[in-house]
């Protein structure tokens, strides 16, 4: 790949140890690794590629969506669902999901990579835990790696129906033995360990309601014996959510979660918006991390995590977007700002979380969450994965005095250079690697067959 220079940032915001932010700063990148960051005067003045951001620019980490649902983003705005919580929310969707094919998996996977691309996500995990009909992993791997996307892929699951107490219906779920046999095979084609990897599977049954304790055993064990196998599941999204797990179990979310091997560093839980104070303090012993979804809870009411509390716990926490049908929409730099509101109405605090905070959490929170420490931040061997925001927009004007801030106070909506792994996949705002009118439209085909099979 060679060389790449991007000189005149106005801001580098590097997130390196010190926290700094470089006034007239510049990255020298070689191949797909930072070699130098810092002020343009130290660095190399020439290189094989060079991008000019004209001192126009605020450049930073790429940002990082530690939970997703990218096959939601074929079912977005549903009437029936518009209006639930997340039981309810669940039962008026299973229906449209079990139409779900390979085709419609790997549509909605490039359609969820255009849209977080865009809005400066750089590395993505994805949770996906149905699969009828023809639908594999598979199909959302293929997705992502053409888009060019650094991806933690988890194989997802769900093996208790109706009939044994659970929540979905008994055609959407799976045998458990099917299940580990399948988690075996993703892990031995398709999980890279490596520094810069760009591809990673996790393991991730879905939720206490929907999968069996055993299962929830074996898929720890099962990823334990493969280095850089992560775990993740749904856990204490709302008040339903933390009385199931004491009805069927007797144990709080975090109690139960204990119980089956899901805490420590290898292990991360998407929501956890009702988690007790103990196991908040359980989580920041064993360094078990949590993915924050503040669009997604406010818009299926489940409340406002203790984030603020968590983080002081030193609980690892990062941002996810959630599924496309429950946020809707898949922009982490509205997330990043939600999560900042969001904490400081919780609290009835308005320094619960700075702005910069939510940057942070959007950038090496991420990072920490999903066992990284290759991205993050802009230094000296870490991944060339980078986004520059261009300032003259009108939601920056009278902002230039902290254009950091700016960034989430301000509601930034897209970015306008993204670089995954060292290549330019956004370029003046648009994407490189896919014609987005057409991504629309395949898209838009997809969610109509999915919703004329009902």
């Known amino acids: 790949m060679g060389t790449l220079l991007v000189k005149n940032i106005h801001t580098l915001v590097t997130m390196n140890a010190a926290r700094e932010e470089i006034r007239h700063g510049a990255l020298f990148v070689r191949d797909h690794v930072i070699e130098q960051a810092g002020a343009a005067a130290a660095l190399p003045p020439v290189a094989d590629e060079v991008l000019d951001l004209q001192d126009r620019h605020v450049v930073l980490p790429g940002l990082v969506n530690t939970h997703h649902h990218f096959y939601q983003t074929l079912t977005r705005a ?45 590395t993505t995990s994805d949770h996906l835990y149905l699969f009828p009909n023809d639908c594999t992993l598979d199909d959302e791997i293929r997705a ?9 892929a988890c194989r997802g699951s769900m093996s208790v129906g109706e009939s044994q107490g659970g929540l979905p219906p008994d055609v959407l779920v799976e045998k458990e033995s099917a299940i580990l046999r399948d988690s075996e095979r993703l892990i031995a084609r398709y999980h890279d360990p490596a520094r810069h990897a760009r591809l990673r599977i996790a393991l991730a049954p879905c939720s206490p309601f929907s999968v069996s304790r055993d299962l929830m055993r074996e898929s720890a064990v099962l990823a334990r014996t493969h280095a850089g196998v992560r775990l993740h599941t749904h856990l204490a999204e709302n008040a339903a959510d933390v009385a199931y797990s004491l009805e069927k179990f007797g144990l709080t979310p975090g109690d139960y979660a204990e119980s089956v091997g899901w805490v ?27 993915a924050h979804c503040p669009c997604s809870n406010m818009r299926l009411a489940s409340g406002i995590a203790p ?75 870490m991944a060339a994965d980078f986004i520059a925001i261009n300032l003259d927009r009108p939601s920056f004007a009278g902002a230039q005095h902290d254009v950091v801030a700016a960034l989430v106070l301000c509601q930034a909506d897209a970015v306008d250079y993204s670089f995954i792994h060292g290549k330019r996949v956004v370029d003046q705002g648009r994407l490189t690697m896919v014609e987005l009118p057409q991504l629309v439209e395949e898209t838009n085909r997809l969610s109509a067959q999915l919703l004329a099979e009902i």
Request: glycine share 12%; hydrophobic share 45%; aromatic share 6%.
């Open 78 to 122: 549903i009437p029936a669902a518009q209006n639930c919580d997340l039981f309810q929310w669940l039962k008026a969707l299973y229906p449209l999901w079990a139409g779900l094919t390979a085709e419609g998996v790997y549509g909605s996977a490039r359609m969820a990579a255009a849209e977080l691309m865009l809005s400066g996500c750089t």
């Open 144 to 152: 992502m790696q053409e888009m060019g996307m650094r991806f933690h």
């Open 264 to 290: 420590g560093p290898e292990v991360w839980h998407a929501h956890c918006v009702q988690l007790s104070d103990d196991s908040i303090a359980k989580f920041g012993r064993t360094g078990t991390g949590v």
């Open 307 to 381: 984030v603020r509390k968590m983080l002081c716990q030193g609980v690892p926490v990062g941002l996810g977007v959630d599924g496309a049908a429950s946020n809707d929409a898949s922009n982490l730099l509205h997330e990043a700002r939600a999560a900042c509101l969001l904490a400081r109405v919780g609290e009835q605090d308005a320094s619960a979380m700075t702005a910069r905070q939510a940057l942070e959490l959007a950038t090496l929170g991420g990072a920490r969450v999903l066992g990284r420490d290759d991205i993050g931040s802009l230094e000296p061997g």
